[in-house]
């Protein structure tokens, strides 16, 4: 139950040459643990995100998910990985206006073909989730009557819908007042940690970065760790 990137480019046509995004990243994310991505805007972060996640293929270097290569994959077969193995949680929740809170982490399941799991179950599941990211009083509202950070945790909870190995974060305090975001940074510390999942977290809150168990500094496509999540970036 982890996520291991070895020297990882990524690259992008640009007119008559190239821009590499990504140069020769390597990182490692063991379960129960959370790795921070910092740096300015531009400088390579949901590039590096979008192949973690696996929703862009590597050029050079492979993405290990649970001591796999992902290297050589079909898209159907990296499509199945990432259902059953990979929970994303994007800047924007994204939710269905015409789906409750519920009915999203319900689809979810569905989508990852959980076909081993009953409605009852299904519905149990999504129940729980709810109640662990604190709206289990709210699984039958709709979008459009949940706050932005209310939103926010559906999101999340969702994520962990098909029970995920690597929980893949972007930004998603932005959005959200300082409040608010450091409400959803506990959060995902405390899933992080009771679930046993690898996550990794792009953020631009420098605030945040001493909560993590180690921080990636990514400047002009180059990841650099730093020794101690505390050290200012």
Excluded: C, W
Aim: proline share 3%.
């Amino acid at each position: 139950m982890m996520i291991e990137l070895r020297d990882v480019t990524l690259t992008y046509p640009d007119g008559d040459g190239v821009v590499t995004a990504v140069k020769r990243a390597s990182l490692t994310v063991m379960p129960g643990e959370i790795t921070a991505i910092t740096g300015p805007s531009g400088s390579g972060k949901s590039s590096l995100l979008a192949v973690a996640s696996t929703l862009i293929g590597v050029q050079e270097g492979d993405v290990l998910i649970d001591g796999k290569s992902t290297a050589g994959l079909s898209k159907s077969e990296t499509a199945s990985l990432r259902r059953d193995k990979i929970g994303i949680v994007f800047q924007q929740p994204n939710l269905l206006a015409s789906l409750t809170a519920l009915e999203q982490l319900e689809l979810m399941s569905h989508l990852g073909g959980r076909k081993l799991r009953s409605k009852r179950e299904t519905r149990a599941k999504a129940l729980e989730l709810l109640e662990s990211v604190g709206l289990g009083g709210k699984a039958h509202k709709r979008p459009h009557a949940l706050s932005g950070g209310e939103r926010q945790r559906v999101n999340i909870a969702r994520a962990f819908m098909n029970d995920p190995s690597v929980l893949v974060v972007d930004e998603p305090t932005s959005a959200l007042d300082q409040e608010r975001g450091a409400a959803i940074i506990d959060l995902i510390l405390e899933l992080t940690r009771s679930r046993n999942v690898a996550t990794l977290l792009v953020t631009h809150d420098r605030s945040h970065l001493p909560l993590m168990d180690a921080v990636m500094v990514m400047l002009d496509g180059n990841l650099e760790q730093r020794a101690e999540a505390a050290v200012a970036v």
